[in-house]
């Protein structure tokens, strides 16, 4: 069974400083790989996708992952922090199973930016 | 594009009363849709995957009972929560998954209902 480990359940910065937020994986095959951002009482959006095309994801926002397969890997990055990325990140795999495509959440990690 | 909207996004109901909350995908058809529950603090949990023109298959500990689901079209997903409790007090959140275009792979979210069962 595939699963999701995000290493760090609160991470502070300040703004205009880079971001890093682990996220490590276990798959039995070449997984899916997400990053979702949720700002509070609201749904999940959708920053970046990683699918084998290519092992470095740029999504939107100026955020970037990087998939690295002998690391297990696929960590979130940002060159400078900005206020507005305060929220809940969420690094997920997707699994297939029972005919259809599930994901698997991590716990969570919650980018705290300090002025 | 591939947008998803819930309905409503906040609700409060009395203790024993059901209440419904929709789900749609306002730009693309979704032949799958996904319930989740999700606690203070916490991450996702899966409750449910709902199949349009089918049943909707439960995860482990999910009443299907308590919960119900119905996907009657490509867009419109439902989530009945019967006879509420003060313990069904949740954020719950749908995501669709497109029929064509996208990939099979990714869901996209609504933004939400909180549900509060006093």
């Known amino acids: 069974a595939q699963s999701v480990t995000q290493l760090d359940s609160h991470v502070s910065v300040s703004e205009g400083t880079p971001v890093l937020l682990r996220c490590n994986y276990s798959s039995s095959y070449s997984p899916s790989l997400f990053w979702y951002v949720q700002h509070p009482n609201k749904g999940l959006q959708l920053l970046l996708k990683?699918?084998?095309?290519?092992?470095l994801v740029k999504g939107i926002n100026g955020f970037e992952a990087e998939f690295k397969k002998s690391e297990t890997s696929f960590h979130l990055t940002k060159p400078s922090a900005h206020m507005s990325d305060a929220a809940e990140y969420f690094c997920v795999v997707s699994e297939r199973g029972s005919g259809t495509y599930k994901y698997i959440f991590g716990t969570g990690t919650r980018l705290k930016v300090l002025a | 594009g591939a947008v998803v909207s819930q309905h409503p996004s906040r609700v409060i109901c009395k203790s024993g009363t059901s209440v419904k909350i929709e789900c749609r995908s306002l730009d693309f058809q979704a032949t799958t849709m996904f319930w989740y529950r999700q606690f203070p603090k916490q991450s996702l949990m899966l409750m449910a995957t709902s199949n349009e023109g089918s049943k909707a298959t439960y995860e482990q500990g999910v009443e299907k009972d308590k919960f119900l689901i119905n996907h009657a079209s490509l867009t419109l997903s439902t989530l009945t929560v019967t006879s509420a409790h003060p313990e069904d007090s949740s954020f719950y959140i749908c995501s669709a998954r497109p029929s064509l275009g996208g990939a099979a792979d990714t869901q996209y979210f609504g933004p939400g209902t909180r549900l509060t069962v006093l």
């Open positions: 990683y699918t084998s095309a290519a092992t």
